[in-house]
């Protein structure tokens, strides 16, 4: 029996939904493989309960935080680093995020504790320190040192606390995602001989590249920074993966520009089971929305309340309800901004956060639903929607334009409408839309169903991901 090691940062088993559900469905639906976890979270205080009962074949759960950094401490002598010619290149290039680098010589330099120490260790050398002045001296001479040098050495603690960790053996290591998952499966495929799989559901670059154009805590200089960091990290793993797989075409296109080689780059869709969902719907009174979402920032969940206070004037029903179907708990106060713009809103009768659920049984009893995020790759939710004969309106990311209206191989039609993001009144009228035209509503709901049979089982998912593992693992 073949021991898979799933490489995820941010997701499982700490966090529903999403890619967690997909991690989770795919070792559920392989009992014939044993899996091992690395999980990359934050902090262990925040981050210490599993949020799946976990399948009998995962073997072990091994959770790098970021802040184990803490449980080191420097060796009493500063640690003298002598490195060959080469090493001393590629890690000159490492400290300013050159992806030309020989990524195995990084493999077994960045981890190597009795060469460069541990993190603490590094960040205490001299040869840090004259790295550190010379990168500043060419690229940021005009900006003050101090800040300079403390965001440099934030990211390469984390960094390399993180790639130094013991990896377990397996016999293929795949990544659900670049970032640190994608180079820690790039140096346990070189440490141990093995091959290396990548699976990415978003480009992990660019949302990280839309995180930090936000963001308020780094100015603008260090922006770039940031972006060249993330980036750095995703074509590592992009250039030294045995396979690179993507949700659909959009994002093979651009694993292709940033280092994936044509002829190992492959798209899987995600896949639901038909068995647990149906058509039928459960009797009820009035027009009831549905967007099952975890309530978080990235999905604009205020969005979705503006629009449907819109929806509400206009139409001057009250007999139209939305649920917003998911956990609530990862992100408390933006929860609480949502409730206060529910309340200010006066939608407290109309609005109903379910929290956790049995996603299958609301189901029934949906009308329609509303996905209103702002960045996602191919949701699951549409999916399991369209598998519940419910048409969506979706906000235009990721793979959402072509799960709702199909693309050159898929004629089927139309499924819902798809709306741009932060645009609650387009959002409003495409709802309103389908309020009024039960028919429309109907017929987009069968053809929803439809493509799901046709492209998107849960049996074709898992058997690509079966022959993949029996292939490669070889």
């Given at each position: 029996?073949?021991?898979?090691c799933?490489l995820a940062?941010?997701s ?9 559900s997909?991690i989770?469905?795919?070792i559920s639906?392989?009992p014939?493989f044993?899996?091992?976890i690395i999980s990359?979270?934050p902090s262990?205080?925040e981050f210490?309960?599993?949020r ?7 073997i072990s759960?091994d ?7 803490k ?7 500063e ?5 060959s010619k080469?090493?001393l290149i ?5 400290i300013?995020f050159d ?5 195995k010589i ?7 504790i009795e060469?460069?120490?541990t993190?603490?260790?590094f ?5 840090f320190?004259d ?5 500043y ?5 005009e900006?003050?040192f101090?800040?300079f040098?403390?965001?440099v ?10 790639m130094?960790?013991?990896l377990?053996?397996?016999d293929i290591y795949?990544?659900v ?11 346990a495929?070189?440490s ?7 699976t990415?559901?978003g480009i992990?670059a ?5 995180d ?5 805590w780094?100015r ?5 920074l940031?972006?060249?960091?993330f980036?750095f ?5 992009y250039?030294?993966?045995?396979i690179?797989i993507?949700l659909f ?6 694993q292709l520009k940033?280092g994936?080689k044509?002829e190992?780059?492959i798209?899987?869709?995600n896949?639901?089971?038909l068995?647990?969902y ?6 009820h009174?009035?027009?009831n929305?549905?967007a099952v979402v975890?309530v978080?920032?990235i999905k604009d969940?205020k ?9 509400i ?13 998911g956990?609530?708990e ?16 006066e939608l407290e009768?109309f609005?109903?956060f ?7 049984e609301?189901?029934?009893?949906m009308?329609?639903?509303?996905l ?5 790759a191919q949701?699951?939710v549409i999916?399991?929607g369209?598998?519940s004969g419910i048409?969506f ?9 072509e799960?709702l209206?199909?693309?050159e ?7 819902g409408?798809i709306?741009?993001?932060f645009s ?5 009228e495409?709802i309103i839309?389908?309020y ?6 109907n017929k987009m709901?069968?053809?929803g ?7 998107y089982t ?5 058997k ?10 070889d």
């Open positions: 029996m073949k021991t898979i799933l940062e941010g499982y088993p700490y966090i529903a939904g999403g890619v967690s997909w989770n469905q795919l639906e392989l014939d044993k899996f091992k990359i979270m262990d205080e210490n309960e599993y799946y009962e976990i399948p009998k074949n995962v759960i959770t790098i935080y970021l802040q184990d950094f449980k080191l401490s420097a060796t009493p002598k640690k003298k680093i002598k490195l080469d090493e590629t890690l000159k290039k490492i300013r992806p030309s680098i020989d990524w990084f493999a077994n330099l960045i981890r190597n060469k460069i120490g993190s603490i260790d960040l205490k050398s001299k040869l320190w790295l550190i002045v010379e990168y001296k060419d690229e940021f001479p900006e003050g101090n800040e040098y403390w965001t050495s934030s990211m390469f603690l984390f960094f390399i606390t993180v130094q960790h013991n377990p053996k397996a795949h990544a995602s670049t970032g640190y998952p994608g180079l820690l499966g790039l140096i495929s070189q141990y001989n093995k091959k290396f799989i990548l990415e559901h992990y660019r949302e990280r590249e839309e930090i154009i936000k963001a308020e780094v603008k200089k260090y922006k770039k940031w972006i060249d960091f980036y990290i995703s074509i590592g793993a250039k030294n993966a045995d690179t993507s075409s959009a994002n093979r296109n651009i940033y994936s044509e190992t780059t798209v899987i869709p896949g639901v089971d068995k647990r149906n058509t039928e719907k459960i009797e009174k009035g027009f929305i549905g975890r978080v920032p969940i969005t979705l309340i503006r629009s449907f206070k819109i929806v004037n206009k139409l001057e029903a009250n007999d139209i309800k939305l649920y917003i179907m956990p609530y990862e992100d408390p106060e933006y929860y609480k901004e949502c409730l206060d713009l529910v309340k200010f809103l009768d609005v109903i379910t929290g956790r659920i049995n996603v299958s609301y189901l029934k009893k009308d329609l639903l509303v209103s995020s702002i960045s996602e949701p699951l999916l399991e369209f598998a048409p309106v979706s906000t235009d990311v990721g793979a959402c334009k799960l209206y199909g693309n191989e898929d004629n089927l039609g139309q499924a409408i709306v741009p993001p609650p009144k387009e959002m409003s495409a839309k389908l009024k035209d039960r028919n429309l509503l709901g069968k053809i169903r439809k493509r799901i049979e046709k492209y849960k049996e074709s998912f898992i690509q991901y079966r022959d993949l593992y029996m292939k490669i693992g």
